[in-house]
């Protein structure tokens, strides 16, 4: 067989607003998982597993995912020594995903930019976690420096480094997107539709307004899988979506 007839299916077309909805698979079993995306059906084409899933048969997962023609974000959150990023982001790349993160500190990003090479995964490079506001950075010994300032020095790392895409709060895209330029991916959890619980997310914006500040992809993850109806609440991301790209 040839590599290209080799390809999983990719049966959504470029451009498609559901792309850039990618929805988080934080359930506890792969059979959790399953269910809730045979309810959400052909309204999420891009999924993402993280710690959760992850450390309970979401490696597997991801594979069957690919194989049936969704993107898999891989959230890992890698950071550990040079060399153990960099092989261990050689080692996610044999899997087919498309997004890997690592935080965004140096040593870290530049390991995974290395690890990565040869293959097609973009690396994404978590800036300030959208739990965090300025209080948590003092208490995490960070001061003096503001979240936003944080991120934007981060961002500005990531891309001399090679980095493909930020992961930030919406509230830092504009700001971010002056920082890299248009031709790095901004991805922004912390987003909530209008009216649902903001739980432990801090710097929060509903998906209209991650779209106008400049995300290129929008992460949801407790408004859809922990709703009663993941499908309708999914589609109604994608529509709100599609009306601010209008
Ligand atoms: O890397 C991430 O995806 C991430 C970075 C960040 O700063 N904040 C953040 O919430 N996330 C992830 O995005 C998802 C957001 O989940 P919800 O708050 O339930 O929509 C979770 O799976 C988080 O692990």
């Known amino acids: 067989m040839s590599a290209a007839m080799s390809l999983p299916p990719n049966p959504v077309p470029a451009g498609d607003s559901r792309d850039k909805l990618i929805i988080g698979l934080d359930v506890p079993s792969v059979a959790e998982a399953r269910a809730v995306i045979a309810r959400i059906g052909d309204a999420g084409t891009f999924y993402k597993i993280g710690y959760q899933l992850a450390y309970a048969g979401g490696f597997e997962f991801a594979r069957e995912l690919i194989g049936q023609g969704k993107k898999v974000f891989l959230d890992l959150k890698l950071h550990d020594i040079g060399n153990t990023v960099e092989e ?3 080692s996610v790349a044999r899997l087919g995903a498309t997004f890997l993160t690592v935080h965004a500190y140096p040593q870290t990003m530049r390991a995974a930019v290395a690890g990565k090479a040869g293959s097609s995964l973009k690396i994404l490079a978590v800036t300030v976690l959208t739990s965090y506001d300025d209080n948590d950075l003092v208490e995490a010994g960070y001061a003096p420096v503001t979240a936003a300032e944080l991120v934007a020095r981060r961002a500005g790392q990531a891309r001399d480094l090679g980095i493909d895409g930020i992961v930030c709060a919406a509230t830092e895209a504009e700001r971010v997107r002056t920082v890299v330029g248009p031709d790095r991916l901004i991805v922004t959890p912390g987003i909530r539709p209008a009216g649902s619980d903001a739980g432990d997310q801090k710097r929060v914006v509903t998906p209209a307004q991650g779209i106008r500040l ?33």
Not at 228 to 246: C, F, L, Y
């Open 88 to 90: 261990g982001v050689r």
């Open 214 to 246: 400049g995300a290129d992809h929008l992460v949801v993850a407790r408004p859809i899988v922990k709703a009663s109806d993941p499908r309708a609440v999914a589609e109604a991301i994608v529509r709100e979506i599609a009306d601010v790209k209008a």
